[in-house]
Each structure stands twice: as C-alpha cells, then as structure tokens.
C-alpha cells in the first residue's frame, strides 16, 4: 500500500518569501510523485510530477520539487511567493499494483500576506 | 477545448433521494476518474474506468455505481443519498487506454454535493 503525508495543513507566508511545502510517502516500489494546486472553487491542475527522469522537477509558475529516495520526500518550494499562490496544494503518489491511482495527501492550504 | 466538464455544479439532496453526476471529456482521453474531496482527507478514489465498457472499484465506492456510456462520459450515481456523502466529488481523465502511474489526470471544476 501507498501512503503520502504532507506536513502542516496550513502554511502562511509573506509575500516575496520562500514558499516550501512538505510532503513524505511510504511505496514498496519506486513511485511516481505529484503535486497539484487547487484554487478556490476549481479542480486541481498539475504543477509538476516525478516520473525518475531527474530528481529535481520544475513545474509551472515556478515551482520545483526535489525527489529524495533516502529521505522519502518530495517536498515543493518557490524562492519567492506571490498572492497569486495562495491555494491549496497536494501531494500524491502512484506506482506499484496500484497503476495509476493516484493516493492523495490530505492538502495544505499557502496563505500569502502582503 | 473545454477540457473535463462537470454538472451540476451544485446539488442538496433530502436522504434517500438518488441522484447522478455527469462528467464529460474532450480531450480524445481512455481513462476516467471519480474522486470525492473531504476536509482533511485530500481526495479519495471512488471509481475509475480504464478503457469504454470497463469500470472498476477504488477506494471509497460503497453507495456508488459509475457507468462509462461511451469514450466521453463517465457518470456517477447515488442510488439512496445519506448525509455521509455530502462532499465535493470531481471527475478526472487521463490518456493512457491502460491505467498508468506516470499518467497525467486532468480535473473537472467539481460537483458541491450537500445531503440533508
């Protein structure tokens, strides 16, 4: 069985500071990882996934991620957060017999201050 | 390309009454997705369908039937609504005709679901 948990249900930042968002996932096989925004009243987009073609993935709107196999981590930064970011962020995870159903986390709402 | 489309967009039912939520793609997609969304809980897998005339389980179908009508639609039904089904349910495709793990799924809008 997969598992995903993302540290911190909700994480507040100022605007212009370092945006870094935690996730950590247990798979008995070598996974697949994801992350995805979802803004207030819409579905969730990708930002970016891991797919073990590099261990650092950029994503959209300047997003990166940093796959860590000995740390089982994937967590997501931005060097400098705008308004625009604030949304609720999730982590997920494939692989495995589980094919590809996805295995959320339970999300992390950013809140950026001015 | 409107994308994944989702309606109604919201719903209250009494208990007991039954109901269906109708998911659309247009993006030529194999695969297709029900997840309901719980504070907390991040979103579950209800159903899913990899290729036309298939569907089976995922995490949380108990109350649920899904039916793929043809390579565009995929619904979800409520047969007797109970209060724990109140939720926010999205449907998802992807375009693998197999379901694979590095495979992209792309999200409707969702569907509000409130049962009383």
């Known amino acids: 069985a997969q598992s995903v948990t993302q540290l911190g249900s909700h994480v507040s930042v100022s605007e212009g500071a370092l945006v870094l968002l935690r996730c950590n996932y247990s798979?008995?096989?070598?996974?697949?990882l994801f992350w995805y925004v979802q803004y207030p009243n819409q579905g969730l987009q990708l930002l970016l996934k891991y797919t073990s073609a590099a261990t650092l993935v950029k994503g959209i709107n300047g997003f990166e991620a940093e796959f860590k196999k000995s740390e089982t981590s994937f967590h997501l930064t931005k060097p400098s957060a705008h308004m625009s970011d604030a949304a609720e962020y999730f982590c997920a995870v494939a692989g495995g017999t589980s094919y590809g159903k996805l295995t959320f986390g339970q999300g992390t709402i950013l809140t950026v201050h001015p | 390309n409107a994308g994944v489309t989702q309606t109604p967009k919201f719903q209250v039912l009494k208990t007991g009454q039954s109901m269906t939520l109708q998911c659309a793609q247009d993006?030529?997609?194999?695969?297709m997705y029900w997840y309901r969304q719980d504070p907390g809980m991040g979103l579950r897998l209800i159903y899913y369908?990899?290729?036309?005339?298939?569907?089976d389980k995922g995490e949380v179908p108990n109350g649920y039937n899904v039916s793929r009508l043809n390579k565009r639609e995929f619904s979800l039904r409520l047969e007797s609504a109970a209060p724990s089904q109140t939720s926010v349910y999205f449907c998802?495709?992807?375009?693998?005709?197999?379901?694979?793990?590095?495979?992209?799924?792309?999200f409707g809008p969702g569907t509000r679901l409130l049962v009383l």
């Open positions: 993006m030529n997609h194999n695969s």
């Open positions: 998802a495709s992807s375009e693998a005709r197999r379901v694979l793990s590095q495979e992209t799924q792309y």
């Open positions: 369908s990899a290729s036309e005339g298939t569907t």
């Open positions: 798979s008995s096989v070598p996974p697949y």
